[in-house]
């Protein structure tokens, strides 16, 4: 039987799980059924269950902790490495301002509702056309995630805040983005070969960190290379390896921020 593994084409992940997927470390007989999908869309899916396995917001996750227990490797949390809420230089935003964001269950929008809770004329679109619809005149603003951090200012945007360094002076802690969770109701025995697989997963990606070059170039699409190797360094770092207390405190508050239980959600 195949576990279903998803997560986004984006390089970050597609770095850390290139090892598991082609067998470049002992799965431990585990088999995984790849599911390619954006953030949001993996959002709602965990709603669904549909997942044995997934990345996913750590906002969604509060959603679903019921059915999903967090996995210690795989996570998404530094610093420097936030959402941005870009415009173009000459717009003024007012509390009527549509804003463009990567998804209503996005850790993203989370913080921006923590920031500018007045700003609530949102637009969900995906991610990667955000930029888009700003230049367009679409939207007053939009919130941005992964490679568009690298090439907003080229296209000449502007930022309106830095949500991620907004979130470290509020808290001193790492920004947690996204995680990997498995499903409670799978056989203990699973889950523990899941938790130590991912592990050695992501500590061959730092140890070979060429070995998944096709596997991310296949699917960053038209990323430049330069943009590629920013987003992984930004995205992947000690506390995708393990947490750590550091980076659990970190977690822990965003639950509480959202009015959730820390109790129970991590996978031991």
């Known amino acids: 039987m195949k576990l279903t593994l998803g997560f ?59 059915d999903y227990v967090l996995l210690d490797s795989g996570s998404a949390l530094g610093s420097n490495c936030g959402p941005l809420l870009i415009k173009k230089p000459n717009t003024v935003l007012t509390k009527e301002s549509k804003i463009a964001i990567p998804g209503k269950y996005t850790t993203a929008n989370m913080l921006l509702n923590i920031a500018f809770p007045e700003n609530q004329n949102k637009v969900e679109i995906l991610f990667s056309e955000i930029e888009n619809h700003v230049l367009e005149g679409i939207v007053d603003a939009g919130l941005i995630i992964h490679e568009s951090r690298f090439t907003y200012k080229e296209k000449g945007l502007y930022k309106v805040s830095d949500l991620g360094e907004f979130w470290e002076i509020e808290t001193a802690l790492p920004i947690p983005l996204g995680g990997i969770v498995m499903k409670r109701e799978l056989p203990l025995s699973e889950q523990n070969k899941i938790a130590r697989v991912l592990r050695k997963s992501v500590v061959y990606a730092f140890a070979n960190p060429n070995s998944s070059a096709d596997f991310v170039k296949y699917h960053s699409q038209e990323m430049e290379k330069g943009v590629v190797d920013a987003h992984i360094a930004l995205y992947v770092n000690d506390y995708s390896i393990s947490l750590g207390e550091k980076g659990r405190r970190a977690v822990e508050l965003l639950f509480k921020k959202s009015g959730h239980s820390f109790e129970n959600i991590l996978f031991n």
């Open 8 to 66: 986004s084409p984006c390089p970050n992940d597609t770095f850390i799980f290139d090892a598991l997927v082609h067998h470049k470390i002992d799965t431990e007989g585990l088999k995984f059924e790849v599911v390619f999908a954006d953030v949001e869309q993996l959002n709602k899916w965990a709603f669904q269950g549909k997942l044995d396995i997934t990345k996913l917001s750590y906002n969604a996750f509060t959603h679903c902790v019921n």
